[in-house]
């Protein structure tokens, strides 16, 4: 376990550390001799167990305890009393508070009492492994008769049928589903760093596709907007994702829910990126349907006959801002837009025969078929008027070469030092082009992407290999281990380390 110790008396505090440095396996992570230090550890460390006198100067124990409680950032705790202290301390039971011992403290009986803790402690995490199965098992209808299983997953909710539930959906990009496991150990991570309780984070069943589920949330009508400022930005670091929420009661309208949000992610097409979606989101937009500008058509291939590019470009704005911009519908913003593409790119063979731009064309239209915002349709046409206007053709023919290049380089040379002054060198481009370009093109930055790809190789090494922790982190790149680790649990959710072990299981 990682253990906060706070305690004020010097021999009572070096006794307790040589005796669970001697006799046990645990950590220490964190010594304060106040309850204020003591508070501050806790909120910083998040340790597994808190062993904590009441009577200390500054703040005493249970001030601390209750600071902690008012945060919901409550940690299962062994207080350490005096005789006079004892009935006082058996009323912080609210403050998940598993034993009391007596001082001067018995060695046996204080390892008995941690072992006790461990032992409760790992229950209450299995007890949270099983609730998701369960919650897995009763979205998929595998006891919906049974209820007694329905009231043992209510249970270790903490919930009833009256109990108010938040709900947020984690839905990756189309590049990123297979960082499923990354999205849901961040989400989980983040939550349990802001205090929220009763969390519990799954998988929907054969879905790519996750679950943020928070039991009791009937006084705090913040979670919302915390999630949208502080956990999407975090998820984002990953790669690109929608995420939409909901409110309901107890588990009986679950799957109702569940299925409301899967409806709401499909409006995220017509939606600022980084934006929480909920009910009031979707009513809000209000599509309409528009025929399909054939005037617009007809002026940019009169311009493209005429040799006038730039003018033809100018009538592909018009098009972007009246459809792709527009109140329309995704799918006929995509219909129309595919169909001005086969139109012009006709006309435009006509007039100049076949040529390199047909492969662009091919990867345009894939591109549009494929986008999940208003934002990248508009890009991919933007990018196709502008290969239509000669002067600027080879620059945008050979857009998604650089950035292929650069991806290139930084799978040959991810072992050293890169910088995205110095691919772009390499590139022949400037550092803030290829930043934009890589961008569009892979809905990562640059320098999160080359993170992404470290740590992906660092988690094949660990996997399959015995390498010391120290020597994966030079191999992938990293000259300092602990900011390697820092990035993997960033990134993982868990150490390298636990990662090993739990993968390897």
Not at 97 to 108: A, S
Not at 154 to 176: A, D, Q, Y
Not at 296 to 319: C, M, P, Q, S, T
């Amino acid at each position: 376990m990682r253990i906060v110790l706070a305690e004020d008396e010097k021999m009572t505090r070096n006794g307790i550390l040589h005796i669970i440095e001697h006799y046990t396996e645990h950590e220490v992570i964190g010594v304060a001799e106040n309850g204020k230090q003591g508070y501050m550890l806790v909120k910083e460390k998040q340790p597994d167990l808190l062993i904590s006198d009441i009577k200390m100067p500054v703040m005493d124990g249970m001030e601390m305890l209750q600071k902690l409680y008012d945060e919901k950032c409550m940690v299962p705790t062994i207080l350490l009393t005096g005789y006079s202290d004892f009935e006082y301390a058996r009323k912080a039971i609210k403050f998940q508070v598993m034993d009391y011992l007596l001082k001067p403290l018995d060695t046996e009986e204080f390892l008995k009492n941690l072992n006790d803790a461990e032992t409760k402690i790992s229950n209450i995490r299995i007890s949270q492994v099983s609730a998701k199965q369960l919650l897995a098992n009763y979205l998929e209808g595998q006891y919906e008769d049974n209820g007694t299983q329905y009231d043992l997953l209510c249970e270790l909710l903490h919930m009833n049928e009256r109990t108010e539930v938040s709900l947020f959906l984690i839905s990756p990009g189309k590049f990123f589903s297979e960082h499923m496991k990354e999205y849901m150990k961040c989400a989980s991570s983040v939550m349990e760093a802001l205090c929220i309780d009763n969390v519990h984070v799954f998988q929907l069943p054969g879905e790519k596709q996750a679950i943020v589920l928070v039991a009791g949330t009937e006084k705090n009508r913040t979670l919302k907007n915390r999630f949208e400022m502080k956990i999407i930005p975090e998820l984002e670091e990953i790669g690109k994702c929608t995420c939409a929420f909901t409110r309901t009661c107890g588990l009986q309208h679950l799957k109702t829910a569940i299925e409301e949000m899967k409806q709401m992610v499909e409006a995220a097409f017509s939606v600022p990126n980084h934006k929480l979606i909920d009910a009031e989101t979707v009513e809000a937009l209000q599509y309409q349907d528009i025929r399909y500008p054939q005037n617009i058509e007809a002026g940019i291939i009169r311009e493209l006959r005429n040799g006038h590019g730039e003018k033809a470009v100018d009538y592909g704005k018009k098009f972007a801002d009246q459809v792709v911009n527009g109140s329309v519908k995704p799918e006929m913003i995509k219909e129309y837009t595919l169909r001005l593409m086969a139109n012009v790119f006709r006309v435009y063979t006509e007039i100049n025969g076949l040529s390199d731009e047909e492969q662009n064309m091919k990867y345009f239209m894939e591109s549009v078929i494929s986008g999940e915002t208003m934002e990248e349709v508009r890009y991919q046409l933007e990018k196709f008027f502008h290969a239509l206007y000669r002067e600027n053709e080879e620059e945008i023919s050979v857009e998604n070469g650089i950035v292929m290049n650069a991806i290139s380089y930084i799978r040959d040379h991810y072992r050293e030092e890169i910088s995205l002054s110095e691919v772009a060198r390499i590139c022949r481009v400037t550092p803030e082009y290829l930043s934009k370009i890589f961008y569009n093109e892979t809905g990562i930055n640059f320098s999160h992407f080359v993170q992404n790809f470290r740590i992906s190789v660092a988690k094949r090494m660990l996997f399959a290999e015995n390498c010391k922790v120290y020597e994966v982190a030079e191999a992938v790149g990293f000259r300092d281990q602990k900011y390697f680790v820092k990035i993997f649990k960033k990134l993982c959710g868990v150490t390298p380390t636990e990662y090993r072990k739990e993968f390897r299981e």
